[in-house]
T-cell receptor, first 114, second 115 residues
Framework: AQSVTQPDIHITVSEGASLELRCNYSYGATPYLFWYVQSPGQGLQLLLKYFSGDTLVQGIKGFEAEFKRSQSSFNLRKPSVHWSDAAEYFCAVAPNQAGTALIFGKGTTLSVSS | DVKVTQSSRYLVKRTGEKVFLECVQDMDHENMFWYRQDPGLGLRLIYFSYDVKMKEKGDIPEGYSVSREKKERFSLILESASTNQTSMYLC??????????????FGPGTRLTVT
């Protein structure tokens, strides 16, 4: 069965420092991969997505993610974190078929220290 | 701008009450979803609907039912609310099909407390 693992439950980063959030997936075929962000008390907002092509994808708010098939990973990165990036981040995978839902990881909470 | 709205941001109900959570989307999407979100468990799929009057059970359907009488509206029903259904409920929608249409749009969530 498909699954998504986010190994880090909580990460604290200093403002201005770089960030990397890890995501590993389990899926037999080429996956469709997503990163969502959830600010406190809000719904989820799409940061970026990977379907095919260039393995480095750019998203909103200065985020990027790299798909590495050999490592079954889709890690999210940002070169310089801002205090407003404090939120919960979810990685998700979509099976390549119609009529199915996204499968989410359990999330990583990001805290930003000043 | 795409929009998914949920009828309430916060809701407090008593054990045994029948609870309705409403979700409306204005994007003419065929697929709609209900998730519950709990700390440390991420998002878990309760039910989804791929067309009007059509529904499929997700990972945790027990204690819930759904209704989709119109394309834009998807309701989640707790027939007899219990304290273990205290949670954040998120609705989402997406267009039908493969590949580029797999992005899901989320509502703001309803935080339900059952006392």
């Amino acid at each position: 069965a498909q699954s998504v693992t986010q190994p880090d439950i909580h990460i604290t980063v200093s403002e201005g420092a770089s960030l990397e959030l890890r995501c590993n997936y389990s899926y037999g075929a080429t996956p469709y991969l997503f990163w969502y962000v959830q600010s406190p008390g809000q719904g989820l907002q799409l940061l970026l997505k990977y379907f095919s092509g260039d393995t480095l994808v750019q998203g909103i708010k200065g985020f990027e993610a790299e798909f590495k098939r050999s490592q079954s990973s889709f890690n999210l990165r940002k070169p310089s974190v801002h205090w407003s990036d404090a939120a919960e981040y979810f990685c998700a995978v979509a099976p390549n078929q119609a009529g199915t839902a996204l499968i989410f990881g359990k999330g990583t909470t990001l805290s930003v220290s000043s | 701008d795409v929009k998914v709205t949920q009828s309430s941001r916060y809701l407090v109900k008593r054990t045994g009450e029948k609870v309705f959570l409403e979700c409306v989307q204005d994007m003419d999407h065929e697929n709609m979803f209900w998730y519950r979100q709990d700390p440390g468990l991420g998002l878990r799929l309760i039910y989804f609907s791929y067309d009007v009057k059509m529904k499929e059970k997700g990972d945790i359907p027990e204690g819930y039912s759904v209704s989709r009488e119109k394309k834009e509206r998807f309701s989640l029903i707790l027939e007899s609310a219990s304290t273990n259904q205290t949670s954040m409920y998120l609705c989402a929608s997406r267009k039908s099909g493969l590949a580029g249409s797999l992005e899901q749009y989320f509502g703001p969530g309803t935080r339900l407390t059952v006392t």
